[in-house]
């Protein structure tokens, strides 16, 4: 997002980040489609005629078979679409949102003053309260607006709290089925209100687990916010750990404090065997370390196999994406949350997200511009278990088709995506679902 000013009644969702220091389905949503016709049963083919990958200066084709891109010829019968040259770029990935909060699609809400996280933890209980349309349709109608924008798979956070029970990961979990052919899902519960300060979370966090309801649990500052460094840890790490989860836990702290809390996460990620399932949220700590610092905790993270996430909130706060990757620590980039209590900006749309990524990071060059869009597309997929997409034969055929010159030209300006295709299927087209 734009940075922007705090208001003079309260802090911005930013400036509460920034000082906050002082169910059946999951599996598949990281499995790529398959690249065989069942016995029996015709190839299902798409050819995309006249198109650019990545810009290419002469059009060619890409045909998909059963999901998967193929260099050799289309099947007798197979669809047509004509790309009419417009530039194919593959479709991105969401870290990082929160769909169950959203208030997008409804009537204009005018947000209350608050001014720490617990304050806009109030705030998102009121809206869930004041708002008429069902979260469920809510998130569901987000989740489909993303895949117009070009999205293909996406990391949902959906709060848990006695104050919501189960129902935002019930509603995020229905919209995923619903969306299962256009959108891959996971789905982590999350306690916005905190794991060991408000009685009941832990049980709803390992009911949660249990059922299968969703695919990772999270935690919240544990020494900020939550005020329980080990015993916060020792509830959600104890949870992945009997029911097989994930963990992807948000961390705003800052400074020691930050450092401190993330050190007790890498050890108990190794102490559980957990290398490749924990995930770190925002991780405030990291930017601006020096040069030293940030190779040896990288290099922490990686050999401990945790990921990092970013939503780009501003030039000392993103994550230094190519230096954690240098030390092989993967790092997606998300939407966060999206018109909800705590702001009214927010679209869902991942090369926006890129867009502002390139923005904080004050890119200029071409390859700076590439590699924030790069961001948004194999990094998350790395992060979610997903293949990556590179419109070569054997990738996956998800791609977006937009009119432009170039891969940085379209990073910045931002052109209306034409179609998006999801396993050689086109799923929406200019900006609305096609259905399934």
């Keep these: ?190 306690p916005q209100h905190g794991v060991i300060r408000t009685p009941g979370t832990r049980e709803l966090l390992e009911e949660a687990a249990r059922t299968g309801a969703v695919d990772r649990v999270g935690g919240i500052d544990p020494i900020g916010f939550d005020e329980a460094l080990d015993e916060q840890l020792d509830v959600v790490f104890g949870i992945a750990d009997r029911h097989g989860v994930g963990v992807d836990i948000h961390l705003h702290e800052r400074a ?44 922490e993270l990686a050999d401990a196999g945790i990921s990092l996430t970013t939503v780009a909130p501003s030039s000392d706060l993103v994550l230094p994406i190519d230096r954690l990757r240098a030390h092989g620590v993967e790092v997606g980039l998300g939407s966060d949350g999206v018109r909800d209590s705590w702001s009214p900006f927010g679209n869902a749309d991942m090369l926006h997200r890129a867009h502002l990524l390139a923005w904080v990071g004050d890119a200029r060059l071409d390859e700076e511009l590439e590699a924030a869009f790069r961001a948004s597309a194999d990094g998350g997929a790395r992060l979610l278990g997903l293949p990556e997409t590179d419109l070569k034969p054997g990738s996956p055929a998800d791609f977006l088709l937009v009119r432009g010159e170039c891969l940085p030209q379209i990073l910045v300006d931002l052109p209306q995506r034409d179609l998006v295709v999801r396993a050689g299927h086109v799923v929406a087209r200019d900006g609305e679902l096609t259905g399934r």
Aim: some cysteine.
């Design 256 to 299: 020691a404090t930050g450092l401190e809390s993330l050190r007790a996460i890498i050890a108990r990620t190794r102490a559980l065997s957990l290398q490749g399932k924990v995930t770190v949220s925002h991780v405030f700590c990291v930017p601006g370390l020096p040069g030293r610092e940030l190779g040896q905790l990288a290099a």
């Design 1 to 190: 997002m734009h940075p922007h000013s705090p208001a003079a009644t309260g802090l911005t969702r930013r400036g509460v980040l920034v000082g906050t220091a002082a169910f059946a389905g999951a599996a598949a949503t990281a499995t790529a489609p398959a690249a065989e016709a069942a016995p029996g049963r015709p190839a299902r083919a798409t050819v995309f005629r006249n198109v650019r990958p990545y810009g290419a200066k002469r059009p060619t084709d890409l045909v998909a078979v059963d999901g998967l891109l193929t260099s050799g010829p289309a099947p007798h019968g197979a669809e047509v679409v004509d790309g009419g040259g417009r530039i194919a770029l593959p479709t991105l990935v969401d870290a990082h949102i929160h769909p169950d909060k959203t208030a997008w699609g409804e009537p204009w809400v005018s947000r209350n003053p608050a001014g720490s996280i617990a304050e806009y933890a109030e705030e998102d209980v009121k809206l869930y309260h004041a708002l008429r349309t069902p979260l469920k349709e809510r998130a569901e109608r987000l989740m489909g607006h993303a895949v117009t924008r070009g999205t293909r798979a996406m990391r949902a956070h959906a709060d848990v709290a006695p104050a919501f029970d189960l129902a935002g990961v019930e509603g995020v979990g229905s919209a995923r089925r619903n969306l299962r052919h256009a959108l891959d899902v996971e789905i982590v519960a999350f």
